[in-house]
């Protein structure tokens, strides 16, 4: 499976940004698609994943400001992002997971600097 991952970018503390990820290969139905981010000098860490289902998960220090979708026709994850703070600067990393056969995957990384 390959991802890629558009949007980004530099904003503004407050402003907004999207991300996107649009998935290519053998896509396995029952999967889950989603964002993680690592900052300089930090490990990569959970943003927001999104079942094929539906079901959602976010890290606590997004809840209320970002928002994760999907298309699973176009096998695309989008993450809406909201009020956003510096500590949100960081390189987002598009992911993958096959429910059944546990493979995963991921995107090149979009980097994010929310800076005045």
């Known amino acids: 499976v390959q991802l890629q991952a558009s949007g980004g970018g530099l904003v503004q503390p407050g402003g907004s940004s999207r991300l996107s990820c649009a998935g290519s290969?053998?896509?396995?139905?029952?999967?889950?698609m989603g964002w993680y981010r690592q900052a300089p000098g930090k490990q990569r860490g959970l943003v927001a994943t999104?079942?094929?289902?539906?079901?959602?998960n976010y890290v606590d220090s997004v809840k209320g400001r970002f928002t994760i979708s999907r298309d699973n026709a176009k096998n695309t994850v989008y993450l809406q992002m909201n009020s956003l703070k510096p500590e949100d600067t960081a390189v987002y990393y598009c992911?993958?997971?096959?429910?059944?056969?546990?493979?995963?995957?991921w995107g090149q990384g979009t980097q994010v600097t929310v800076s005045s």
């Open positions: 992911y993958y997971k096959n429910l059944i056969s546990r493979q995963e995957s």
């Open positions: 290969g053998r896509i396995f139905s029952i999967n889950v």
């Open positions: 999104i079942s094929s289902g539906g079901t959602t």
